[in-house]
């Protein structure tokens, strides 16, 4: 699965980005999609991801209420709106797919494949 994620870039405190995830060539349908972000100088941590089927999500909890994770299978996206930014989300963030163990799915090595990641800066 070749995964490409993009929509980063420069935005103030407070604003919006919206990343979106694609796949070439295959579909999300049947895996579980996470994003993930690397801050500088830090591990890659989740973000978020749906869960246990499908169709339940799970935030980290720095995001929630902020971050959200949506899919349309019909396109092959899965996207993150990202609201309420702050500088401390400034980061490479990543899309990720596979069928990650139950309860694992925070833990960056039970994903599968990986996107080349897409940079967000936060500025304050």
């Known amino acids: 699965v070749q995964l490409q994620a993009s929509g980063g870039g420069l935005v103030q405190a407070g604003g919006s980005l919206k990343l979106s995830c694609s796949t070439s060539g295959q579909t999300f349908r049947g895996y579980k999609v996470a994003w993930f972000r690397q801050a500088p100088g830090k591990e890659r941590a989740f973000v978020a991801a749906?869960?246990?089927?499908?169709?339940?999500?799970l935030y980290t909890n720095s995001v929630k209420g902020r971050f959200f994770i949506s899919r349309d299978n019909a396109k092959n996206m899965v996207y993150l709106q990202m609201n309420s930014m702050k500088p401390e989300d400034t980061a490479v963030y990543s899309c990720?797919?596979?069928?990650?163990?139950?309860?694992?799915?925070?833990?960056?090595?039970?994903?599968?494949?990986w996107g080349q990641g897409t940079l967000v800066t936060v500025s304050s």
């Open positions: 990720a797919v596979g069928r990650p163990p139950f309860g694992l799915w925070t833990d960056a090595a039970a994903w599968n494949y």
């Open positions: 749906f869960v246990y089927g499908g169709g339940d999500t």
